[in-house]
C-alpha cells in the first residue's frame, strides 16, 4: 500500500521533476540521494530578511487590493478616512473633494483633497512612501486611521499597477505656498523615493482656506455602482458624518454633494494612557524596560491611566514592594508579582471621554435621510472595556416602509465612523445580529441566518483601538465583551419593535373588526327597522357609535402612541423611536384575523359560521338578525 | 434639526470631555476655540515609525493569537510546519515529536522538536526572533512556510503572555555538539535578545539522528478537544502527510502516535522564476531596477522562466526595442511598451513541477483512514495559473456509512499540505462547494448552504504562492481562477457520487421488489397447486428463478460495480473510487417506492390496492390469487 501511495495516481498532463523514478525502487534511501539535501549551512544561505512593503505588496489583498473594483474603493477610502481625520485634528469642520477620473478602460485618477491644517515637507516622503509610519498607531486615541499603512499602500498599489508616483500637494500654512512632491515608495526597502519637489504658486488656488492637503494617485481598477461601490462608501460616510461636506465628482464627471448636516464638530475625543488592567505580563515587563521613571511608583502613575499615588502605593506593597522601589531592580520575578497585584488591586474603569459616539439622534437623522421605513429606532449603550481600551456600541433599527419584505435584514457596520463594506460574515457586529433572537421581536429567524423582514439594522463600535480582523480593516474581531455590548443594543431595539409590531398586529385587528362591522351596520338597521319598526336612521347611528366605542383602540392607541408626526417635528421631541404611517399592506401581519367575529365576546361556532358566510354572501346578515 | 443632531441623546453615564458646551451655543466658531487645535506642526511632531513586530503585537489576531485557545493551537501549527518543510528540504523523512505541558490553569509549555538538517547558530536569534525573516518569502516554490512570520510571532506571544524566552536547541552537524539558546524578541525594534547561548552536550541526546532542532515556548492558552483541536489539526496533517512519523504528548500525558504510512519523500518540489504573464507593470520596472542583467534580452531570459533567446528577441521586437537594449535605458515609456508587449506575445505556462500534489490514492488512502463512509471518490485536476503562480488543486469525497444524515456537509481544507481549521466561511474551497450544484448529484442542498447529508469534502491547494486571506494563513483568497478548478474538480467527484447515489436506489427497488415476491411465492405456489392440482414444490422453485431473474439488476450491477472489496484490496486496484458495502439505512433513499408493483410492467391501480393491503394483512393475498 505505501508504495502505492506514494505518487499521485493521476499523472498531471506536464512535465514531473526529472528526478523521479518509477515507485517500484526501493523507498527511502533512493529518496536521499536523488534529491538536493539541503544542509543547515545551504538552508541558511538562503535566509534573508524582508522588507514589510515587499510582504505588503506580494499579500495586498490583506490591505483590500484584492481585485480592480475593492482596489478603487480602498484608495478612496484611506484617502478619505485620513482626511477626516486630519481636518477634525485641526478643529475644522471638514470640506473633502473626491474625484474618480477614468483614464483608460481599467486605469483611474483617483483625487481627493481636504481643508485640513496640511502636511508638511519633511513629513510627506514618510507618510505617503514609507508602511507603518504614522502619528496614531502609539496613542490610544479614536481615531479612523490607527496603523500608518492605508494611504501609502494605496500609493504603492497605484505604483505597482501603473508605475506612475504618487502627487501630493499640500499647504501647512496660510503664509506660505503650497509645496508639490510626487513620490515612489521602494518597496525592497520601504522607503520613499522623491521623484520631484516643487512649488507652483498657482496650487493655492486648491486651498481657499488657506491651508489642507491633496493626494493623486493613479491605478487600475474597475468603477461599478451598487453594493461595496464608492457611492455607497460615501453615502454611509455622510450618514456618520453629519458634519462633513463631501463633493463627488464621479467618472461619468456627474457631481454629487453630500451637505453639512451639522455645522460643529463632535466633540474632541480624549487620548488616554493604557489601563493596568488591560496589559499582559509580557508587556508589563517591556514597559518597566522602557520607562523613563526610575521608582516603580512613578512608573505606575505616570505609565498608566486610573493610577493615583494611592493606588499606586497600594499595587506596591501588595507585590512585595515599595513604591520607592528602583524600576531598574524589578526582575521577572518582582514583575510577575507586580502583575499579579495589579489584577488583585480594585482600578476604577478606564476614563471614557476618549468615546465620541455618533449619538442616537443623529443615528435616527441619518437612518431617516437613508432608509424609507415606517419605524425607525436607535440606542447608544453605556461604554465598556475590552483588553482594557474603552469602547462603545450604538445601534439603529430601520423596519417596514419600502424596505424588501421577502429579504433577510440588511445590516450597515461603522467603527470609528467609518463604513465597513466587506468581509461581513467574518465581522462581530454580523455575528451580534445573528445571535439576537429576533423570534421574540414578532420576526422570524432561519437558523443561523439574519432576520428575515423589512429591516435595517446599523452598527457603530466606537473606540480607542478598534480590533479589526486585518489591515483593510473591514471586519471587527470578534471580543466576547464587544459582542455583548452589540447584542444588549440590539436587543434595546428589538424589544422596542417587538412592542410597535404586537400593538400594531391588535390595531389591525381592531380596525378590521370596524371595518367588517361598517360593512353591516346599515343592512342591520333595516332589515330591524322592517321588523321591529324602530327608526333605522337613529338605530344606525347608535350601532355605529357602539361599534367606534368597542373598536376604540385602533384609533385611541395609535394616539396614544402619538408619533404620526411630519418630517419636520419627526425629530423635536427627544424619543429614540420615530414612527411614520406605513403606506403599504404590513409585511408583518399575516392576516389570519380577519375571519373572526365582530363582537369583543368569542362568538358561538355557529355564530361565526354565519359570519363567515356572510363575507361571501352580503344578503346573509338579514338572515342572522332573523335568527336573534 | 442640526443642533439637535450634534450631541448624543442618551448622555452616557459617565464623565464627558470637560470641553463640553450646551449644545445651544454658536456652533463652529466656539467649537474651534474650545478644543486643542493641531497644526500640520504638531501634527508632524506625533509622526513616529512602526516597528512591524509592534504592529503585529498589537494586532496579533491577525497572526492567530486571538484568544488563548487558537493561540495554543498556532503555536504548534507553526512549530510542526517549520519542522516538516526543514525535514523535506533536508531530503530526511520526517519524525516529530509534540509535547503540551500544562504548567497552570491557563499556562503551557510547548515543545516540537525534529530530525530536520538543524540550524547554524548564527541564523537562529534571526529566525526566533525577528518577523519577516525567512528563507521562503523571496523564493517561488511549494512550501508550508512562506512568510517568516509564523514561528516568531509564536515566540512573541510567549513573551508577551509570560515574559519567558523562546528556548531553541539545534544540532547541525552529526560531528559538533548542539546549542541551546534563549531568545526575547524586542518588538520595538523588532531585533532579537539573546538571554542565553551555550553547549550542553547532554541535548545531544534529543537527536539520535545526529541533526534536528527543537523548540520550547512558554505561553497563556487553553487546552479543548474536539474541533479546531490540536488533535484534529495533527490528524489531518497526518492524512495530508502519509510520509511523517508523528507523536504526540497530551497535557493528560498520553502519548498518541501518528505512524508513517509511506516510507518515501514526496517529490522535491522545484523552484522556478516568475513567470512574465504574471507579473504587473510596476513590478516588471522595480525589477528592470534591480536586475544584474545589462540588456533587456538577457534580463528577460534570466529573470523570468518560459523566456528563451527567441521569445526574448520577439517580446523585444514588439516592443520596439532590441534585446541589445541597455536596461539602463529602459524608461516608463519603453517599460510600459514592454509589458504591453509581454501580455501580446504567446508564451508557454508556467513549468508545473514545482506542484507536488498528495494525489488521488493518497487522498482515498487517507480519507478510508479517517472517515467511516461508505462511498469515497478523489480527483486531482492538472496544474493551473492563477497570477502566474502555477497551482494545483485536488478533491475527495466520502459518503454514507456512519457520518451523520441530517447534518450539512463537513469541508476539510487543506494548503501545500497544512490544515486549514478557522475562517472557513472566508475560504475560497468553501465557496467553491457551495457553488457546485449538488442537487445534481442527488444531494439537497439549501439556498447559500453546505449540502445536507452524510458527507465529507476534502480540498488542497498547492501552489508556489497560496494567497491566503489573513497572515494567520486560515483561508484562500478567492481567486476566480482558483475557484474554478476546485469547481472542476468537486464536480468531478460530484458526478461519480451522483451515479453511484441513482444505481444504489435502482438496485434497493429491484430487491425491494424480489424480497416482497418471495414473500409471496410459497403462497401463491400453494393456492396453484389447491386450484389447478400443479406441484407446488416445482411451481415454487420456477416462481423462486423467475424472481431471480427479473430483479437480476439487484445483485449482478453490484457485481458490475465489483467494489465489495476488503480492507487489504481496496486501494489494489488503480481506480479513483472506492465503495464499501452500506451498513445502515441509506438516508438517501426516501424509501417511497416500496408500495410499487411486483411485476416489471405499471401494475392496474386494483392490483396495486390490494398489494398495499396485503402488506397489511399476509393472509389476503391468496385472496388476490383467487380472483385471477
Known amino acids: 500500500m505505501s508504495t502505492l501511495l506514494a505518487a499521485p495516481t493521476k499523472k498531471p498532463r506536464t512535465t514531473m521533476s526529472k528526478a523521479r523514478k518509477p515507485t517500484t525502487s526501493p523507498p527511502s534511501r533512493k529518496t536521499k540521494t536523488r534529491r538536493s539535501k539541503a544542509t543547515a549551512q545551504t538552508l541558511a544561505g538562503q535566509q534573508r530578511e524582508i522588507s514589510v512593503s515587499e510582504f505588503f505588496a506580494k499579500n495586498r489583498h490583506l490591505l483590500g487590493f484584492d481585485n480592480p473594483r475593492k482596489a478603487l474603493l480602498t484608495t478612496i477610502k484611506e484617502a478619505v478616512d485620513n482626511a477626516m481625520d486630519a481636518c477634525e485634528e485641526g478643529g475644522i469642520l471638514p470640506d473633502i473633494f473626491v474625484q474618480v477620473l477614468q483614464l483608460g478602460e481599467t486605469r483611474f485618477k483617483v483625487t481627493v483633497r481636504d481643508n485640513g491644517p496640511g502636511i508638511v515637507k519633511q513629513q510627506i516622503e514618510h507618510i505617503f512612501g514609507k508602511l507603518l509610519y504614522g502619528s496614531k498607531f502609539h496613542r490610544l486615541k479614536m481615531s479612523r486611521g490607527q496603523q500608518g499603512i492605508g494611504i501609502s499602500a494605496a500609493g504603492m498599489y497605484g505604483l505597482m499597477t501603473t508605475g506612475k508616483p504618487v502627487l501630493i500637494i499640500s499647504k501647512p500654512s496660510k503664509k506660505k505656498p503650497a509645496h508639490e512632491m510626487r513620490i515612489k515608495m521602494d518597496t525592497s526597502k520601504n522607503r520613499a523615493e522623491v521623484v520631484s519637489d516643487e512649488v507652483h504658486q498657482e496650487d493655492d488656488k486648491l ?34 458624518n453629519p458634519h462633513a461636506h463631501i463633493t463627488y465628482v464621479t467618472p461619468g464627471n456627474e457631481t454629487r454633494t453630500f451637505p453639512r448636516s451639522v455645522d460643529e464638530l463632535p466633540d474632541e475625543p480624549k487620548e488616554i494612557k493604557p489601563h493596568p488592567k488591560g496589559i499582559e505580563l509580557g508587556t508589563l515587563i517591556q514597559m518597566l524596560e522602557r520607562t523613563e521613571a526610575a521608582k516603580v511608583g512613578a512608573f505606575l502613575q505616570n505609565d498608566f491611566c486610573r493610577v493615583g499615588p494611592s493606588k499606586a502605593k497600594e499595587i506596591c506593597q501588595t507585590a512585595g514592594m515599595t513604591n520607592m522601589t528602583w524600576v531598574k531592580n524589578v526582575g521577572h520575578r518582582e514583575a510577575e508579582a507586580l502583575y499579579k497585584a495589579i489584577q488583585e488591586v480594585k482600578l476604577t474603569a478606564p476614563p471614557t471621554d476618549c468615546l465620541v459616539p455618533i449619538g442616537s439622534k443623529a443615528l435616527l437623522a441619518g437612518l431617516l435621510k437613508g432608509v424609507k421605513a415606517e419605524f425607525y429606532t436607535a440606542s447608544t449603550r453605556p461604554p465598556a472595556v475590552y483588553r482594557g481600551n474603552p469602547f462603545q456600541i450604538e445601534v439603529g433599527l430601520a423596519f417596514g416602509g419600502e424596505l424588501p419584505a421577502q429579504e433577510t435584514a440588511r445590516v450597515i457596520r461603522f467603527a470609528n465612523r467609518v463604513p465597513l463594506l466587506y468581509q461581513q460574515a467574518e465581522c462581530c457586529s454580523f455575528k451580534a445580529v445573528l445571535d439576537a433572537s429576533w423570534k421574540n421581536y414578532e420576526l422570524s429567524q432561519p437558523k443561523g441566518s439574519l432576520p428575515l423582514g423589512p429591516l435595517v439594522v446599523m452598527i457603530h463600535m466606537a473606540s480607542v483601538w478598534v480590533p479589526f480582523t486585518s489591515e483593510s480593516k473591514e471586519a471587527i474581531a470578534d471580543y466576547d465583551e464587544i459582542r455583548k455590548e452589540m447584542k444588549l443594543a440590539l436587543q434595546e431595539c428589538g424589544r422596542k419593535l417587538g412592542t410597535y409590531l404586537r400593538r400594531r398586529k391588535r390595531m389591525q385587528r381592531e380596525s378590521e373588526r370596524r371595518s367588517i362591522f361598517e360593512r353591516y351596520i346599515r343592512e342591520v338597521a333595516k332589515s330591524c327597522e322592517k321588523i321591529t319598526g324602530a327608526d333605522a336612521k337613529k338605530l344606525y347611528e347608535a350601532l355605529l357609535r357602539q361599534a367606534e366605542r368597542r373598536t376604540a383602540q385602533a384609533d385611541q392607541q395609535l394616539d396614544d402612541e402619538g408619533r404620526i408626526l411630519n418630517e419636520t417635528a419627526r425629530l423635536a421631541k427627544d424619543e429614540q423611536v420615530v414612527i411614520v404611517p406605513a403606506q403599504q399592506p404590513d409585511p408583518a401581519n399575516n392576516g389570519n384575523e380577519i375571519g373572526e367575529s365582530l363582537f369583543e365576546n368569542p362568538p358561538k361556532p355557529q355564530r361565526r359560521k354565519t359570519t363567515k358566510r356572510s363575507r361571501k354572501k352580503p344578503r346573509s346578515p338579514r338572515r342572522t338578525a332573523k335568527r336573534k
Open 207 to 240: 486651498f481657499p482656506q488657506g491651508t489642507g492637503t491633496q493626494v493623486e494617485i493613479e491605478l487600475e481598477g474597475k468603477y461599478l455602482k451598487g453594493r461595496q461601490s464608492i457611492d455607497e462608501y460615501l453615502e454611509q460616510t455622510a450618514i456618520a
